[in-house]
């Protein structure tokens, strides 16, 4: 996980040293043009971008620790970037876009708007087939840093040392692997851009197209509920199928006092699956207590037990995701279900759209969906300008939000959040690094 981040001349000016907060969240704030944003953008193009990207920032040089001491630095100086004293000529733009034609599919053509040729064996291929194709050659590409792969091509082509080009690689592999997953969850988080598939290596630009992120939530969740679901058969199956041997060899019972303890366990947890209508018809059938069942009693409800740790996941972050909510719309409500994911519902109990809810409204929904479902574990989260939308009383409700979360996730979440509100600070600024007074001290 990253630990420490410093930062020479941003815009040619400011020094910055970011230590990361061990309790998860780290607040940077400051004035305009100081550089939140554009610290987080670093952050996230260490791990997701290559050499090239990184370069492209207005910075001197960087200085990226791990928790397990490893460390990146880069420096620049003109047309040349260091990265761990490997020197590099950052290209002009012309020769990364030759170089992508290399490397893409050169021996793939579109012939019409829905058909591929592939010359290798001349047969007509599908956009899906040429999507496949292009995931495998990604992944059989030893080298994907644009910066590395053009040096070896070049020590290759010269008959010079392609030593310390492989060791870097392999350097950045190993340190982009140990910083974890990174998620950056930006300032515009509304409406999300992409490529129209149609368009694709067809027409001589590509055409973007907008999509509103709030419509795409309830369908999300149903795919999560369902893809638990599919899990729940699958254990239950598996246990059916060796009920009767385990049953014929069991010698342990259960006590009257233990059965009733478990059997409270089993309504409790039922009751709550499907309060969010995970499931049709999920009733365990329950009998009286009687010594000579115990040992049938023991297998069968720790089976039952077994097959509902199931939901224990997915329904501990909807409980969460929808007391979070819930708490900040007013005259409304949203509902989960198995068959609709998400809907949300009036006073009256009427359905309301989500894209009608009000900017504000959306932002709450898409927020806490981002933080609640979208978030893996082990995983560092950059959330830009949080309050976005947002009411002063969701900004102050906001820090507390996110230690439940952190606390869902068992600690294993970091964040770095950069704000201009107060409000989102709340009484949190211990967590804080305030460019302006960190500009101050220089």
Not at 147 to 158: E, G, Q, V
Request: glycine share 2%; proline share 2%; net charge neutral.
């Amino acid at each position: 996980m990253l630990k420490e981040l410093r930062i020479n001349k941003l815009f040619g000016q400011f020094n910055y040293n970011i230590k990361l907060n061990e309790t998860g969240i780290t607040i940077i704030t400051g004035p305009n043009g100081f550089g939140k944003s554009t610290i987080l953008k670093i952050v996230e193009a260490i791990v997701e971008k290559d050499l090239y990207e990184i370069s492209q920032f207005p910075f001197i040089s960087l200085e990226a620790k791990l928790t397990n001491k490893l460390t990146l630095k880069i420096e620049k100086n003109k047309d040349q970037i260091f990265v761990n004293n490997v020197s590099f000529k950052i290209p002009n733009k012309r020769v990364l876009e030759n170089l992508e034609k290399r490397k893409d599919l050169p021996f793939i053509e579109r012939i019409s708007p829905k058909d591929y040729i592939d010359l290798r064996n001349n047969k007509i291929i599908s956009y899906e087939e040429v999507r496949d194709i292009r995931v495998r050659y990604e992944r059989e590409r030893e080298i994907t840093d644009r910066l590395i792969y053009l040096s070896l091509d070049t020590a290759k082509r010269n008959k010079e040392s392609q030593a310390m080009y492989k060791d870097l690689n392999n350097f950045l592999i190993k340190f982009k692997k140990e910083i974890g997953t990174i998620k950056f969850i930006k300032e515009q988080r509304l409406l999300r851009k992409e490529i129209d598939e149609d368009e694709f290596n067809y027409y001589p630009h590509k055409r973007e197209i907008a999509i509103e992120v709030i419509n795409e939530i309830p369908k999300k969740i149903k795919d999560e509920i369902q893809n638990v679901v599919l899990k729940y058969s699958e254990v239950s199956s598996q246990l059916d199928s060796t009920f009767p041997k385990r049953l014929f060899n069991t010698k342990e019972g259960i006590s009257q006092r233990d059965y009733l303890e478990s059997l409270g366990d089993v309504i409790n947890k039922q009751e709550k699956i499907q309060s969010y209508k995970l499931l049709n018809d999920l009733k365990y059938s329950s009998t009286e207590y009687t010594e000579s069942y115990s040992q049938a009693l023991y297998v069968y409800l720790k089976d039952t037990k077994q097959k509902l740790e199931v939901f224990d996941d997915i329904v501990a972050r909807l409980d969460l995701f929808t007391e979070i909510v819930n708490k900040k719309l007013n005259y409304k409500k949203v509902v989960i279900s198995n068959e609709h994911g998400l809907i949300v519902l009036k006073e009256d109990n009427s359905e309301l759209e989500t894209s009608k809810l009000s900017s504000g409204e959306q932002q709450i929904i898409v927020l806490y969906y981002e933080l609640i479902f979208g978030v893996k574990d082990k995983l560092m989260l950059l959330i830009d300008e949080p309050e976005i939308s947002l009411h002063v009383a969701w900004q102050r409700e906001l820090m507390q939000d996110l230690h439940k979360i952190i606390n869902l996730k068992n600690g294993n979440l970091n964040l770095l959040i950069s704000t201009h509100a107060p409000q989102v600070i709340d009484n949190n600024w211990n967590l804080v690094i305030d460019l302006g007074e960190e500009y101050a001290k220089q």
